[in-house]
Each structure stands twice: as structure tokens, then as C-alpha cells.
């Protein structure tokens, strides 16, 4: 090959390497910017004086005296709405036959969505959901909410050739010559004035607990399980897979046994996730606690525990952390190892010594990989650790009971919950704290591994 069909390659190889980067930033950047948009969203907005009520009474921060003020302004503002609303009332009692009906039936609709807009109406009893107890916490919401009032969702059927086409019409079209006509011009034009929204910075929705299903609150129980399972699962599959790599790589030779074990090794690897969720739920819970040992003797419970979970994960992530120290331990230069035999010293102090060390930067890649797939997955949890909703057990209760996790509650939220429309953006604040997390975590690992590379260059 002459010299300028060699340079022609290595600019094309440099061009495609280059454009490998730039497709991957590119990727990156189109799956993550939406992320954080919408997850900011669950940080950055306009609360209501709902929401600040809310704060208050369950979780005690605020000033008071302001807080007072606040509210009286909006039940000021308020007070028209209902004052319209009440002489309506009186109004429909005059009527009779089928008229009568029909704006008994319109009145409650309005009455209803005014409550899920503003709260109970005055002089009702306190009702025991909190949603339904507060109006609506945050202004975007408040806006869809205040649309669903103002206008009627109804169907075009007049093609015969298509499928009804959904049309908006103004509510106020069924008040017309009533005294509830004027509410529906009050309320967009005090709607602020009734709901007081101010920007806030909600950075206690990382530390505050969920209440009515994520209507109100935060999701600590869910981070905080997160990173139980995450620092459990390596804490099983650390020791586990390095023990095995040395083993494997020092000890072990090269017999078809051997072969055979990598070779599994390599099909754990390759496993459905749900897999080893279905194998967690048979061994652990239904086989290894419900021994008599475990069971009794430990007080390890039979049911979902974080205890399960994390060893669940630890079989997921074993195989990369097996494979990434193998490679690790290889990479060592074998004048190591003898420089360290001719010493004296023995072999496994080589290995302690000499070997690992060296070889660390390379397990911790390894390590790095496995905690962001560890935090970030679903289904091995599903059946041995997770709940929807609850507290974090404490320390002591690992064994025995569940936790809430990021990764169930996302998929949670987005596939069980009837008021997704109202939590959206919890769920996309919880998918930007998981990806949050899994960063975290990544750059500290990269930068213990940076450190010790340090050190081993002298």
C-alpha cells in the first residue's frame, strides 16, 4: 500500500471516529434534553396559594401571618364565584319539569369542577383526600383545570364517513339568560387573583414525602430506596465478582471446566432482566427465607424485602463485574508478578499486593457500569423489593420489609396511576433524579478512578 492511500484511510478512519463522537453528543443531547426540561418542571414553577396552604398544614414551613394574608385575599377574590353560584342555586329551585333537571345536572358539573379547581366550597366539610381538600397546588394544572370549566368536550358526528371529530364549545352557551351567565367572564380574568401563583424552587421535592399518591410531597422514599438497593447490590457483587475474576484468571488455568464457567459467565450476561426478577422471587422468597434458618432464627422476611432485591441485582450485575476485572487483571503487565514472586512473597500476597492494585482503574469501569444498570432497572425489583407507596425501612428492617424505588415508580406512575395527568411531572422529575443519580454516581466512581491512577504512576 503507497503512502497516499494510507493517509486516505487514516483520514477516513479519523472522520469516522469523529463522527461517531459527534452522533453519540447528539444523541445524548436529543434523549436528555427533554428529560431535563419536563423533569424540571417538577423543581421550577408557579405554585398556588393551594400549595402553600398544603406546605403549611402538613408539612409546617411558611410564614404564617403571610400565609393568612394570602389566603384572605383569595377568598376575597373567591367570593363572587360563589355568591354567583348560590343565587344560581336559588334560581334553579324556581324552576320546574325538564328544565329544572337539566340545570340541576349542569349546576353540579360546574360545582364539582369549581372544587377540583379551588377547593371545597365554604362552610363544606373538610374532606379526607387531600386533593380533594386543596384546590389545585400548581398553576399550570390550575389552567387545564380552569379549561375543562370554560369549555364542553363534545363529538361531530355530521360525516358519516369518519370517526366523530372532538369539538370545544363555550360552557357559558347553557347559561345564557342565567345568573350563573356572568361567572364563566369572572373567573379568566380573576382566575390569578383566586390562586395567587408565584414561581417557587421546590428543591424539597427531592426530600419531602409523597402524600395522595404523589399529588402532594416529594419523592424521598423513592431516592432513598433507590440507593439502598444500588449500594446493597454492590456490596454483594463487588467482593463476589473480583474474588471469582482472580480466581478465575490465577488460579483456575485453562481446563475445559474453566472454559465452560466463562462461557456461562458470558450467558449470564446476555439474560432478560425479568429473568433473574423471576429467579430472585423463586430462590430467595419462596425457597432460601422460607428455610427455617432464615426465616425464624434471622428474621428475614418471606415476602419483598430490600435485602432480596439487592441480591437479585447483584446476580444481574455479576457477569459485567466478573468480566470487566478479568480483563483488569489481565492488562497487568506480567513483569508484576514476577518481580513479586522473585521477592519471596507468596502468591496470593502477590495478588493482594501487586495485582490488584494495578488492575483497580480497570474493576472500577467495570463497577461504573454495573451501579448505573443497578439503579436504573425495573423488573428484577418488581418481584422481590418494590412498592408503589410507603415509607423507607430503617437500617435494621433491611431484611424485612420493602421500599419505593425510582425505577418501579416511573413505570408506576405511567401505567397504573388514574391521576398520571395531574403527576406528570413527577414522573419525569423522578426519571431526571434517576439519570441524576446514575451520573452521580458514575463521576464519583470516575474520579476514585482517576485518583488511584494517579497514585499507581507514581
Not at 95 to 100: A, E, F, P, V
Not at 179 to 195: G, I, Q, T, V
Not at 264 to 283: K, M, Y
Amino acid at each position: 500500500m503507497d503512502m497516499s492511500s494510507r493517509k486516505i484511510l487514516d483520514r477516513g478512519f479519523t472522520s469516522l471516529g469523529i463522527f461517531s463522537v459527534v452522533l453519540m453528543a447528539v444523541t445524548l443531547a436529543v434523549l436528555l434534553t427533554p428529560i431535563i426540561i419536563r423533569g424540571a418542571g417538577a423543581f421550577v414553577f408557579r405554585e398556588t396559594v393551594e400549595n402553600r396552604r398544603f406546605t403549611f398544614d402538613v408539612f409546617g414551613r411558611g410564614d404564617e401571618a403571610a400565609l393568612e394574608v394570602e389566603v384572605a385575599d383569595a377568598a376575597k377574590a373567591r367570593k363572587p364565584v360563589y355568591d354567583m353560584v348560590a343565587e344560581f342555586r336559588a334560581e334553579v329551585g324556581q324552576m320546574s319539569g325538564r328544565r329544572k333537571r337539566d340545570m340541576q345536572g349542569q349546576l353540579r358539573t360546574v360545582e364539582n369542577l369549581l372544587r377540583e379547581l379551588l377547593g371545597p366550597f365554604p362552610g363544606e366539610p373538610r374532606p379526607v383526600m387531600p386533593r380533594s381538600r386543596y384546590g389545585k397546588p400548581r398553576w399550570d394544572r390550575a389552567e387545564v383545570a380552569l379549561g375543562r370549566l370554560l369549555t364542553v368536550e363534545d363529538y361531530d358526528y355530521s360525516d358519516p364517513t369518519q370517526l366523530g371529530k372532538k369539538v370545544l364549545t363555550p360552557r357559558v352557551e347553557k347559561f345564557r339568560g342565567t345568573k350563573l351567565e356572568e361567572l364563566f367572564d369572572y373567573l379568566p380574568a380573576h382566575a390569578e387573583a383566586m390562586l395567587r401563583p408565584e414561581w417557587t424552587l421546590n428543591w424539597r421535592f427531592l426530600t419531602d414525602e409523597p402524600v395522595d399518591a404523589n399529588i402532594f410531597g416529594g419523592i424521598w422514599p423513592a431516592l432513598l430506596g433507590t440507593i439502598y438497593l444500588t449500594v446493597g447490590a454492590m456490596l454483594f457483587a463487588v467482593p463476589m465478582g473480583v474474588v471469582t475474576a482472580i480466581y478465575l484468571v490465577e488460579y483456575a488455568g485453562s481446563s475445559r471446566i474453566v472454559s465452560l464457567l466463562r462461557t456461562f459467565v458470558s450467558t449470564l450476561a446476555g439474560v432478560p432482566s425479568i429473568v433473574f426478577g423471576l429467579f430472585g422471587l423463586a430462590f430467595f422468597l419462596n425457597t432460601l427465607f422460607d428455610l427455617h434458618l432464615f426465616n425464624q432464627v434471622l428474621g428475614i422476611s418471606r415476602s419483598k424485602t430490600v435485602l432480596a432485591g439487592s441480591l437479585t441485582l447483584a446476580l444481574l450485575v455479576l457477569p459485567t463485574i466478573i468480566r470487566a476485572a478479568e480483563e483488569a487483571i489481565r492488562a497487568v503487565p506480567h513483569s508484576y508478578k514476577e518481580a513479586a514472586l522473585s521477592l519471596g512473597a507468596t502468591r496470593w500476597r502477590t495478588v493482594v499486593t501487586v495485582i490488584l492494585p494495578a488492575s483497580l482503574p480497570g474493576i472500577l469501569t467495570g463497577i461504573i457500569i454495573s451501579m448505573g444498570r443497578a439503579a436504573g432497572e425495573t423488573a428484577p425489583i418488581i418481584f422481590t423489593a418494590a412498592v408503589a407507596l410507603g415509607k423507607v425501612p430503617s437500617l435494621t428492617e433491611l431484611h424485612q420489609q420493602p421500599t419505593p424505588a425510582l425505577p418501579w415508580n416511573i413505570y408506576n406512575l405511567c401505567s397504573e396511576n388514574q391521576a398520571i395527568e395531574e403527576i406528570r411531572h413527577v414522573q419525569y422529575g423522578m426519571v431526571l433524579v434517576l439519570v441524576g443519580l446514575v451520573l452521580l454516581l458514575n463521576v464519583a466512581a470516575i474520579l476514585l478512578r482517576a485518583r488511584i491512577s494517579r497514585k499507581l504512576r507514581g
